[in-house]
């Protein structure tokens, strides 16, 4: 289903950039979703808190095709990682390859400003792949924290990720206001008529 331009129609946003590149896809009750099916949609995505906190208006690079191929690229990556991080497994070598292969596009310079402090740079081979990159980088960070943070919402019929920043660590849904209203209110209605 194709996402008009505007506000950002996603049930979860404001996830580290890589699960918000995975959270680009849900399901509702009108169905799936897929906000990067189109141009328009990468605009939106683009316009997004955790792309914006990553891209400055001197290097954002533009909503188009080549951008939104890119980012298709490091999505697919990321959502067959996900879901070895979600079960425990470590990355098989192909899964491994293919986020690799964004980040080849991409890389960290290091130098010396003129203030005489450290800074980083991030060059990309084409501005295109800077969102990819940036997303794939970002999936690098988390695997280095805390894996088994990464987590898939508990609702069987939910395609969204989170990462489960509670101070215990038992975070089991995407969002209490939506899938976790609702598991509760299965088992409310299961306990009051016995099934």
Same mark, same amino acid.
């Given at each position: 289903?194709?996402?008009?331009?505007?506000?950002?129609?996603?049930?979860?946003?404001? @996830?580290?950039?890589?699960?918000?590149?995975?959270?680009?896809?849900?399901?509702?009750?009108?169905?799936?979703?897929?906000?990067?099916?189109?141009?328009?949609?990468?605009?939106?995505?683009?316009?997004?808190?955790?792309?914006?906190?990553?891209?400055?208006?001197?290097?954002?690079?533009?909503?188009?095709?080549?951008?939104?191929?890119?980012?298709?690229? #490091?999505?697919? #990556?990321?959502?067959?990682?996900?879901?070895?991080?979600?079960?425990?497994?470590?990355?098989?070598? @192909?899964?491994? $390859?293919?986020?690799?292969?964004?980040? #080849?596009?991409?890389?960290?310079?290091?130098?010396?400003?003129?203030?005489?402090?450290?800074?980083?740079?991030? @060059?990309?081979?084409?501005?295109?792949?800077?969102? $990819?990159?940036?997303?794939?980088?970002?999936?690098?960070?988390?695997?280095?924290?805390?894996?088994?943070?990464?987590?898939?919402?508990?609702?069987? $019929?939910?395609?969204?990720?989170?990462?489960?920043?509670?101070?215990?660590?038992?975070?089991?849904?995407?969002?209490?206001?939506?899938?976790?209203?609702?598991?509760?209110?299965?088992?409310?209605?299961?306990?009051?008529?016995?099934?």
């Amino acid at each position: 289903m194709t996402q008009p331009p505007g506000p950002d129609p996603r049930p979860l946003t404001g @996830e580290p950039l890589a699960i918000d590149l995975l959270n680009t896809r849900w399901i509702d009750g009108d169905g799936r979703h897929d906000l990067l099916d189109t141009v328009p949609g990468l605009a939106v995505w683009l316009d997004s808190p955790p792309v914006r906190e990553h891209l400055t208006s001197a290097t954002s690079p533009t909503a188009d095709r080549a951008t939104l191929d890119r980012l298709l690229t #490091a999505r697919t #990556a990321l959502d067959a990682l996900a879901a070895t991080a979600v079960r425990g497994d470590p990355a098989t070598p @192909e899964d491994s $390859a293919r986020l690799n292969e964004v980040l #080849a596009h991409g890389r960290i310079r290091r130098t010396l400003g003129p203030d005489g402090m450290p800074d980083s740079v991030v @060059e990309v081979d084409e501005p295109s792949w800077l969102p $990819a990159w940036y997303a794939a980088e970002n999936w690098l960070r988390l695997v280095a924290d805390r894996p088994d943070r990464i987590r898939h919402c508990a609702n069987d $019929a939910c395609v969204l990720h989170f990462h489960d920043v509670s101070k215990n660590g038992t975070r089991r849904w995407c969002s209490m206001a939506g899938c976790g209203n609702r598991a509760k209110a299965q088992r409310h209605y299961a306990r009051r008529t016995g099934a």
